[in-house]
């Protein structure tokens, strides 16, 4: 039996469980002896010009071994990092004439002690002029305050403007709804804060430890900002605690750490604190949506509107590119006569944006649910009849959208109709119906999401492939190199698998090995959701290729035709056909030569998982609180090779997509002060506040790989983020509520349920 | 979040306590289970140059029985608190209220001395403390005197304490059987309450509706002169204007006084057994 598809624990576990993973900050190197240690002086001021910097009480403390500022770096400026984007929005290293975010890097102190850091970036003295700070996606709009006065606007890119819109779209519906939704800005909150380390001595290479999702891209960064030969950078990567889509390339703190390393011939060790990493590692989602939907009264969608205004915070990152993926995926599974979208991107005084679990996806999924629902309550519809009636029906050839995408495979009413059959969806609303009869305080609320996304869409380095190394050693090992990189996902264990079930090896004799530029050059790294399909796929590709050099080599060792060679997957090792006793295994082939393949397996383009997910909560609609009782997730990603680590990246991703319905924002105040700096106040879920999953399974593969799969790593942020919130809005519609925004923290969800009992006293109604 | 250079010095007695106090006058601050001190000082919002470690003097850890009070020593821990027999049976709504602050970690080194000392308006024991009617007994160089939990708490992390003084116990009402009340609000398991209640024989206080755990006494009235819990908790917020913050306006922390005050009068009268 083939071990693919099997639940085999994860290789990595043991040792993490017990020893721990040697992450960044514990890292032991001989390269690393006597390092000095780094801390970055960060602005406390959301937007000002920088009079002065004062350095030199810093430098009479003992132990403080060099202090910089802006004019001493002499590195590239970092240019806005897409073409489209306006290039002037430029950054340096260290703020130098202003600074645009609370955290923003502003002087670096070298200190030979990492426990005087604090107590000699304090001693940096800078004076600000303050300026307004711009927070809020529409008044940074509105280009009254700039953040480059040179520059003339705070529009990073438009993508497509009000111009392109048809004044006549909604002409030919009976109902129109309109409503404004907030995606808000959301901290990735990794377990592992951000750290790195550098060895840089004199006329040699640079030597730079990242945690990071992918070595390559790293150092491709690193060198680019360095402005070197990327010939002269080797990047490796610890343990890594976390990513979630902020630890691509190189962050400005590693740039100057290794900067720092070659202009002291010292090496260097930062690490920050979780503060810092609140202020300062990218954040996430931070979209206004107006979404504007029209139909009939029975039930059919016919037009659908998106108009976006994205937040990239201080400088444009990633987070720029991001709406653009919403505008992709705007119709979602559903069938419009005609969908259109636009998306705008401004810069506020904020923490840069960049990719979060799900990246623009998620943004996409959540407009068009709320404004499924929104409709569904204007017409008096059962929100899933609306679905229902609307989605794309089933395919089995790749289904081109207005948009662009094209989606490999789906079957979305299935999915639908499978997470409304596990949950006793009729019997829920029984149930909902007898509690707003009896006026209980708990009041149900059943939420439900249809989605479809995009994995595998590229890599780091571009093109949707990946390569992998596979060798077998004479005794019996093996070793992959993988240019994925996994923190958390469990390549260790799903890369053995692959190769295992080709070349008859346990897994327990497979070592994975990932995150070295120096063994693996080439590599995409490990996000949106590409690793399985592209990486998995380069392992069981090479090892393949594998067996194939050793039938040649085998043949010739036992004097037999390749024809008549046949590989035994028991013995990992070939047999002549009708000659029992000639044998030979693939261990033993490596002894006279070393047997080892490199493979590139290319992907024809992005796949599209899809699924439905039924959220079921209570509000105390005398308090406003709603808590998670139950979510029903259908997630179908095509073939699952192993459901230990498949449903992993769905319990990670559903808690994370609740959390943003529920908790989650990142707040700054009209200064630009985050609210929100410490785990006492940004609020993720805990265990206790969610409930045991129920995941559902469905199996549609996809064509685009040999074993048809697809991911799985950000379902659960697409999925259960807007079942979760339509849920909240659920329970409380008998009130008179249609739209409550996200977070729906108690506050918001008792205010809404005022407004709406106002509105309807107002109205003359009852409520 | 690594504190300003500090010394530390542990204290070995009450006694000691005084002595090491008096040597290091205001530069110093005491330490007890650090879970309020300590991560101020991590960002540095305090920097006191020396810590006197009062954690380990076994004289003031203790809960016992003094005629128609129960005594607890000021560095019991929050867990302790939770878990005594003689609490959970003679002051249950103590026992209760211990066992919802933060996490087990944070209930294992967190004192009673600390939190109430600290005086947080967010905080549990302090309302807990003020509902049960408590006393504080608080040691300084000329003895012992006794301050109600009411006149304790003075305005944010702000008591009666003199700065040469320490609590070092706490003394409350034997009342088994009374029907207790205690409702914290909060987002998630772990945190701070939003508004808090406790409630015990007719007395009320709230937390985090004010600068100090606050008394609706118009609730208290409308109880004592007969009215209906509905009534009552009606008028719980009468007087109160607690400050809006990014988890609660004005308005809504009202609201939930009002809420949550019938909830906990409820739950005390289908408790009361006396
Ligand atoms: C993550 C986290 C979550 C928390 N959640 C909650 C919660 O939900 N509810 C809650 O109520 N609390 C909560 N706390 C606070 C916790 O209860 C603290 O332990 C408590 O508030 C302080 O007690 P301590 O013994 O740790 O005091 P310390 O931190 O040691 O001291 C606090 C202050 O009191 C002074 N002090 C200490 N003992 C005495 C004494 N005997 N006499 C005079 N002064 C003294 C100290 O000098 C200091 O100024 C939380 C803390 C953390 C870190």
Not at chain 1, 376 to 384: F, N, V
Request: glycine letters at 10%; charged letters at 20%; a negative charge.
């Amino acid at each position: 039996m083939s071990i693919l598809g099997t639940r085999v624990v994860r290789n990595e576990d043991p040792e993490l469980l017990t020893k721990g993973g040697t992450y960044t900050d514990d890292l032991i190197d001989e390269r690393l002896d006597g390092a000095a240690h780094l801390i970055f002086v960060r602005s406390p001021v959301a937007h000002a010009r920088i009079l002065s910097i004062d350095t030199s009480e810093a430098l009479k403390l003992p132990g403080v071994v060099a202090v910089y500022t802006a004019a001493d770096v002499d590195l590239p400026i970092i240019n806005p990092p897409m073409p489209m984007f306006n290039q002037d929005m430029t950054q340096t290293p260290l703020a130098s004439d202003k600074v645009r975010y609370v955290g923003e890097p502003v002087a670096i102190v070298v200190c030979d002690d990492p426990y005087i850091r604090e107590d000699a970036a304090e001693l940096v003295e800078v004076e600000y002029d303050i300026l307004p700070a711009v927070i809020g996606m529409p008044n940074a709009a509105k280009d009254e305050v700039l953040l480059w006065e040179s520059v003339g606007t705070n529009t990073v890119v438009d993508f497509g403007t009000p111009d392109d819109l048809d004044p006549n779209l909604f002409d030919d519906c009976e109902v129109v709804v309109s409503h404004l939704i907030q995606n808000q800005r959301i901290h990735p909150a990794p377990m592992e804060s951000r750290s790195g380390a550098a060895s840089w001595p004199e006329g040699e290479r640079l030597t730079a430890w990242i945690p990071s999702q992918g070595a390559q891209g790293a150092k491709a960064a690193l060198a680019a900002q360095l402005g070197i030969d990327a010939a002269e950078v080797h990047v490796l990567t610890p343990d890594v605690g976390g990513a979630f889509g902020a630890r691509f390339g190189a962050d400005v703190e590693m740039v100057l750490t290794a900067w720092v390393a070659g202009k002291l011939h010292r090496p260097m060790r930062w690490s920050e604190t979780r503060y810092e990493n609140l202020l300062a590692m990218t954040h996430g989602r931070a979209q206004e949506q107006r979404v504007t939907i029209g139909g009939s009264r029975d039930g059919n969608m016919k037009k659908y509107r998106l108009e976006v205004l994205a937040d990239c915070g201080a400088y444009p990152k990633i987070g720029g590119i991001l709406p653009s993926l919403t505008r992709l995926m705007t119709p979602g599974t559903y069938v419009f006569d005609k969908a259109e979208s636009i998306a705008k991107a401004v810069v506020t005084n904020t923490t840069p944006i960049g990719a979060y679990r799900g990246a623009g996806r998620p943004e996409a999924t959540a407009a068009i649910e709320r404004a499924v629902d929104i409709f569904a309550a204007e017409i008096g519809m059962d929100p899933a009849d609306v679905r229902r009636k609307n989605l794309v029906p089933k395919f089995t050839e790749p289904h081109l959208t207005a948009f662009g995408a094209l989606y490999d495979s789906g079957d979305y009413e299935t999915a639908l109709n499978k997470a409304l059959e596990a949950a006793n969806y009729e019997d829920l609303r029984k149930e909902q119906q007898l509690r707003r009869e009896r006026g209980d305080a708990k009041q149900l609320g059943i939420g439900m999401s249809s989605y479809v996304e995009i994995t595998g869409a590229g890599s780091e380095s571009g093109d949707p492939n990946e390569n992998a190394t596979v060798e077998v050693h004479p005794d019996g090992t093996v070793t992959i190199l993988t240019g994925t990189s996994p923190h958390g996902q469990g390549h260790a264990t799903a890369w053995a698998m692959m190769a295992s079930d080709t070349l008859g090896i346990g897994i327990d004799k497979i070592t994975v090995i990932h995150g070295d530029t120096d063994l693996i050059p080439k590599g995409g790294g490990t996000g949106g959701s590409r690793s399985l399909q592209q990486g998995g796929m380069a392992v069981q590709k090479a090892s393949i290729e594998l067996v194939d050099i050793a039938r040649t080599r085998a043949a010739e060792l036992l004097e037999a035709n390749e024809a008549d060679l046949q590989f035994n997957i028991d013995d990992s090792g070939f047999s002549v056909a009708g000659v029992p006793s000639s044998t030979v295994t693939l261990a033993k082939l490596a002894e006279k030569e070393r047997l080892f393949i490199n493979a590139v397996f290319a992907a024809p383009g992005a796949t599209f998982p899809f699924g439905a997910h039924l959220a079921v909560v209570e509000v105390d609609v005398e308090t406003g609180k709603a808590t998670l009782e139950r979510i029903f997730c259908v997630d179908d990603a095509g073939v699952v090779m192993n459901p230990l680590l498949f449903d992993g990246q769905r319990h990670g991703g559903i808690a994370q997509g609740a959390a943003q319905a529920f908790l989650e924002e990142f707040i700054y105040d009209e200064d630009g002060n985050p609210l929100t700096a410490s785990f006492a106040d940004y609020p993720f879920l805990s265990a206790t506040e969610v409930p045991s999953f129920d995941l559902v399974s469905m199996v549609t593969p996809t064509t685009y790989n040999p074993m048809g799969v697809k991911g799985v790593g950000e379902a659960g942020t697409i999925g259960a983020t807007p079942a979760v919130q339509n849920a909240v809005v659920d329970a409380v519609s008998h009130l008179g509520v249609r739209h409550i925004d996200m977070p729906t923290s108690p506050r918001v969800v008792w205010e809404a349920i005022e407004a709406a009992r106002s509105n309807s006293n107002s109205n003359g109604k009852v409520a | 979040m690594i504190p300003a250079p500090f010394d530390y010095v542990r204290a070995t007695s009450a006694e000691h306590i005084l002595e090491l106090m008096a040597q290091h006058g205001d530069e110093a601050k005491l330490l007890a289970g650090g879970h309020s001190l300590l991560p101020m000082m991590k960002v540095r919002l305090a920097s006191p140059t020396v810590l006197i470690d009062i954690a380990s003097v076994p004289e003031l850890s203790y809960v016992k029985v003094d005629g128609d009070d129960l005594v607890i020593g000021a560095t019991t821990s929050h867990a302790t608190v939770a878990n005594s027999d003689l609490i959970q049976a003679d002051a249950p709504l103590l026992s209760y209220a211990a066992a919802q602050i933060g996490d087990p970690q944070i209930r294992h080194r967190g004192t009673i001395g600390g939190s109430l000392a600290h005086s947080d308006p967010a905080a549990d024991l302090p309302m807990t403390l003020v509902a049960l009617d408590g006393t504080f007994e608080l040691l300084g160089p000329s003895g012992t005197r006794s301050v109600k939990a009411e006149d304790f708490f003075i305005g944010y992390f702000e008591t009666a304490l003199e700065h040469d003084e320490i609590i070092s116990a706490v003394r409350v009402p034997r009342r088994p059987g009374v029907g207790w009340g205690y409702e914290k609000f909060t987002r998630r398991a772990n945190d701070w309450a939003i508004v808090g209640i406790a409630t015990v024989a007719g007395r009320v206080a709230m937390a985090n509706m004010g600068s100090i755990p606050a008394r609706p006494v118009a609730t208290e009235q409308a109880l004592a002169g007969g009215q209906g819990i509905a009534e009552a908790a009606a008028l719980a917020a009468d007087g109160i204007e607690p400050a809006g913050d990014m988890h609660a306006t004005t308005a809504y922390r009202q609201h939930l006084a009002r809420v949550l005050t019938r909830r906990a009068l409820e739950t005390a009268a289908s408790r009361n057994q006396a």
